[in-house]
């Protein structure tokens, strides 16, 4: 079964910084993955996804994440933080055959000190 | 635009009581599913459906029930509320992974508080 691990329930970076968010996956298979952003009070909305194409995935906001399959990971970055960065951000793996569950990782929640 | 509509957004309720989350989607997709977000947790999966009269079990289903009696609608139900179904209730719906990737497009959310 497939499995996602976000590495940090809490990330604090300054306005500015590299943002990096970590996940790894398990799967027997390649898989397609996803990153969601859930701002305060909200759903969640995609940021960019993995679907077998290039490795390097840009989704909005400045954010991309790069599919690492020896590492078995997608970790997130966006270059500068800005504080509407500030959000929690969830990692999200599917199996492209089988049962077609989105499985989340746990969450990351990014604060961006002024 | 398409959408997907979660109501009530609100909910106070005392134990024992059945409560009822409806969720209606315009995207026309066949997946529907329900998610509880609980702090620490992330999102698990409650209930999921691939089509018209089919539910299945996911890995939180103890103390809630799906119907799917059309393409638009999966309403949520706690048979009877228990304090530790206290929670934030989302629900998603995609096209199929074949058809696309599998994305899921959510609703806004449904905060449930059981006394």
């Known amino acids: 079964a497939q499995s996602v691990t976000q590495l940090g329930s809490h990330v604090s970076v300054s306005e500015g910084a590299l943002v990096l968010l970590r996940c790894n996956y398990s799967?027997?298979?390649?898989?397609?993955l996803f990153w969601y952003v859930q701002y305060p009070n909200q759903g969640l909305q995609l940021l960019l996804k993995y679907t077998s194409a290039a490795t390097l995935v840009k989704g909005i906001n400045g954010f991309e994440a790069e599919f690492k399959k020896s590492e078995t990971s997608f970790h997130l970055t966006k270059p500068s933080a800005h504080m509407s960065d500030a959000a929690e951000y969830f990692c999200?793996?599917?199996?492209?055959?089988?049962?077609?569950?989105?499985?989340f990782g746990q969450g990351t929640r990014l604060t961006i000190n002024p | 635009d398409a959408e997907i509509t979660q109501s009530p957004r609100h909910k106070i309720t005392e134990t024992g009581r059945q409560v009822t989350l409806a969720c209606h989607q315009t995207?026309?997709?066949?997946?529907m599913f329900w998610y509880r977000q609980d702090l620490g947790h992330g999102l698990r999966l409650i209930h999921y459906s691939y089509g018209v009269q089919d539910t299945n079990k996911g890995e939180v289903s103890d103390g809630y029930s799906v119907s799917r009696s059309n393409t638009e609608d999966l309403p949520l139900t706690l048979e009877s509320a228990a304090s530790s179904q206290t929670s934030v209730y989302f629900c998603?719906?995609?096209?199929?992974?074949?058809?696309?990737?599998?994305?899921?497009?959510f609703g806004e959310g449904s905060r449930l508080t059981v006394l």
């Open positions: 998603a719906s995609s096209e199929p992974v074949a058809a696309g990737t599998g994305e899921l497009f």
């Open positions: 799967s027997s298979v390649p898989p397609y």
């Open positions: 995207w026309n997709h066949n997946n």
């Open positions: 999200a793996v599917i199996l492209i055959q089988g049962a077609q569950k989105l499985v």
